[in-house]
T-cell receptor
Framework: AQKVTQAQTEISVVEKEDVTLDCVYETRDTTYYLFWYKQPPSGELVFLIRRNSFDEQNEISGRYSWNFQKSTSSFNFTITASQVVDSAVYFC???????????FGTGTRLQVTL | GAVVSQHPSWVICKSGTSVKIECRSLDFQATTMFWYRQFPKQSLMLMATSNEGSKATYEQGVEKDKFLINHASLTLSTLTVTSAHPEDSSFYICRAGLALDYEQYFGPGTRLTVT
């Protein structure tokens, strides 16, 4: 069975601070995909990144960066110089197997204040 | 990217009535559609998986007679909440994609309130 743990329930930072959202996953599959989604108050899920299990390269996209470490089964997400518009709930998710089932973590609510 | 729509975006219904939520893939044919439910301040929980032309597969604990799922075409899946009760009030989100493909697209969600 697969599992995604986001230990941080809520994080509050002041604008321009850097913040890292943690994600730890469990799976016995050797082929899997990891995702991060942003869910603003409107509710619509916004896709941020997808990473497959064979690609451990870190990725940077603007103020966002992701650190994938198979050795620790972690896929952490860092926002540099946070902005108020980053305030949302962020979900880490894991997809394994042929059924394309997507398992979500419990989410981390990020509040960025001025 | 591909677009998935949901209709309605929000609905209020009285207890005991049924409500239908539609999920459409607008520019691709989705062989598989997934329905999720999200209670306030909680994560998304998979309710069922439906493949076009076949019966839906429900997750443990989800009442298949209460949450009727129909996937009659490659672009449309519907979720009908029958005899809705206040505890069914939730945010329902569909996800559409191709089988065996990691590319998956979420609808914008439908907020259901049962009074």
């Amino acid at each position: 069975a697969q599992k995604v743990t986001q230990a941080q329930t809520e994080i509050s930072v002041v604008e321009k601070e850097d913040v890292t959202l943690d994600c730890v996953y469990e799976t016995r599959d050797t082929t899997y995909y990891l995702f991060w989604y942003k869910q603003p108050p409107s509710g619509e899920l916004v896709f941020l990144i997808r990473r497959n299990s064979f690609d451990e390269q870190n990725e940077i996209s603007g103020r966002y960066s992701w650190n994938f470490q198979k050795s620790t089964s972690s896929f952490n997400f860092t926002i540099t110089a946070s902005q108020v518009v980053d305030s949302a709930v962020y979900f880490c998710a894991l997809m394994t197997g042929t059924a394309s089932k997507l398992t979500f973590g419990t989410g981390t609510r990020l509040q960025v204040t001025l | 990217g591909a677009v998935v729509s949901q209709h309605p975006s929000w609905v209020i219904c009285k207890s005991g009535t049924s409500v239908k939520i539609e999920c459409r893939s607008l520019d691709f044919q989705a062989t598989t559609m997934f329905w999720y439910r999200q209670f306030p301040k909680q994560s998304l929980m998979l309710m069922a998986t439906s493949n076009e032309g076949s019966k839906a597969t429900y997750e443990q604990g989800v009442e298949k007679d209460k949450f009727l799922i129909n996937h009659a075409s490659l672009t449309l899946s519907t979720l009908t909440v029958t005899s809705a009760h206040p505890e069914d009030s939730s945010f329902y989100i569909c996800r559409a994609g191709l089988a065996l493909d990691y590319e998956q697209y979420f609808g914008p969600g439908t907020r259901l309130t049962v009074t």
